[in-house]
């Protein structure tokens, strides 16, 4: 690489790290932990690439881009925040960033990022309208997480945000999926038109269509659970996507299954699939984001405070059980049950027993646990492997994804394995077929909690 870059960070060891990685590279670098400093470097004309945290002790890095882009519009932003909210990449999308990155952040694709936009230093970014977000909006929505499939959903929501494409959104009850169009609806280009969300039933008569049409007025549409809406209403929705105007909607759909499944199985048709499937975002269960769990709940208990209950936390204890329980419901069963036991626990510190008996109450979850067993596990595992690939949208996923993967499915086999053999770690090597060394080293490199268990039947 070669080029100078500037960069503003609050932490001295990631100041370090980039300033050591990217001279080797054969870059010069200025670091900084002000974004006056950085500014004043930007209006003297250094620099080629700028890499900037979000939060600053003096101030906030996306506020500082609108001034950067006006006074250097060929000026490329990296932006890196700790900030694992909808509302970051949206901000820094809509703020022209040229890039965002979630913290932690792999640094090998980092520097791939940063080689990329020194590449196109003179590329001139489009102007476009500035979103300001409401008071209300980053507190309301529940959209956060810190994992890579959440981090990646929020990138490909960014990008499709301000398209007029139609939006294909997937995932199982309670995950967002509603949110999500929602929150691409209010900052997109159409976020001072409708946004109308219809089922089946408003589109049952002959007049329907001509009477939702005229509700959304160009802005969004959309259309929840389409699969269970019956064929000769999806013809319907059809002649509604292809009627030409000035004012046509943008088209926008959710559904609980995977809608290609669907359309085989002969439940949705095939012109409807086609024209929904414009983009597509799969939205994860909370099964495949478990250490979002203590952000979320952290989330809705600082929310419930907001609202008048008294303040709360979980214990260790509860804590744990929050995060080994399956949430059939996901984020939607996870925002109940917290707001109940904000409620109705004895102490500030909520314990298990009351955790306990507020997740007896929910609905068995043996069904959606044993659903998958006709399954073979390496369809599973692709279907899973698209979903992260399809996250990403027209872009790769970050380097380094075969360690991930292996890690990802090695850390739970091992823990299953130590749990069924009763934490005896000899019956679980030879369980596993590997050296009883090899499996020591293994728990301390994946970092497994050995607790002696009773053994699985």
Not at 103 to 112: G, I
Not at 120 to 142: C, H, Q, S, W, Y
């Amino acid at each position: 690489m070669d080029g100078t870059v500037l960069v503003a960070d609050d932490d001295r060891t990631i100041r370090t790290v980039l300033t050591q990685a990217l001279t080797r590279a054969g870059c010069k670098v200025h670091a900084t932990s002000s974004l006056t400093t950085l500014m004043r470097w930007v209006g003297e004309g250094k620099g080629d690439v700028v890499i900037s945290d979000v939060v600053m002790p003096d101030g906030n890095g996306l506020e500082m881009l609108p001034k950067i882009h006006q006074d250097r519009p060929e000026l490329p932003v990296i932006v890196i925040s700790a900030q694992n909210t909808i509302m970051t990449a949206i901000q820094a999308a809509e703020a022209e960033a040229y890039d965002y990155l979630p913290k932690p952040f792999d640094l090998p694709d980092l520097m791939k990022r940063t080689a990329k936009a020194l590449d196109n230093r003179n590329r001139t970014p489009k102007r476009e309208e500035v979103a300001t977000i409401g008071a209300d909006g980053p507190d309301e929505l529940p959209l956060v997480g810190k994992t890579p499939v959440m981090q990646a959903l929020y990138r490909l929501v960014a990008r499709v945000m301000n398209t007029d494409l139609p939006v294909l959104i997937s995932g199982e009850s309670g995950t967002g999926k509603s949110l999500i169009a929602r929150a691409i609806h209010d900052f997109s280009d159409r976020r001072t038109l409708p946004f109308v969300t219809v089922t089946g039933a408003d589109l049952s008569d002959l007049e329907g269509p001509a009477r939702v049409l005229a509700r959304v007025k160009g802005g969004t549409l959309l259309i929840d659970e389409i699969t269970d809406i019956p064929d000769e209403i999806q013809a319907r929705v059809v002649r509604m996507m292809d009627i030409p105007g000035e004012h046509v909607p943008r088209f926008m759909a959710t559904s609980q299954g995977d809608l290609a499944q669907a359309m085989e199985e002969g439940h949705v048709r095939q012109d409807l699939y086609y024209r929904l499937s414009g983009a597509t975002i799969n939205v994860p269960s909370l099964r495949e984001r478990v250490e979002d769990i203590a952000l979320l709940t952290d989330h809705f208990l600082a929310r419930a405070e907001r609202e008048g209950a008294p303040k709360r936390w979980l214990s260790a204890d509860a804590a744990e059980l929050f995060r080994a329980y399956s949430w059939p419901g996901n984020v939607r069963q996870l925002e109940n049950s917290v707001r109940r036991l904000s409620l109705t626990s004895r102490a500030e510190e909520i314990s298990r027993p009351e955790v306990e008996a507020v997740l007896g109450n929910q609905p068995d979850t043996g069904p959606i646990l044993r659903g998958g067993d006709a399954e073979k596990l390496g369809t599973s595992v692709a279907r899973h492997l698209r979903r992260y690939f399809d996250l990403h949208g027209n872009m790769l996923p970050p380097p380094g994804l075969y360690a991930r993967i292996l890690k990802e499915v090695e850390a739970p086999l091992i823990e299953i394995a130590l749990e069924a053999t009763g934490g005896n770690q000899a019956k679980c090597a030879d369980l596993l077929g590997i050296n009883r060394n090899t499996l020591r080293k293994k728990i301390t490199d994946l970092d497994i909690r050995v607790t002696r268990r009773r053994k699985l039947m």
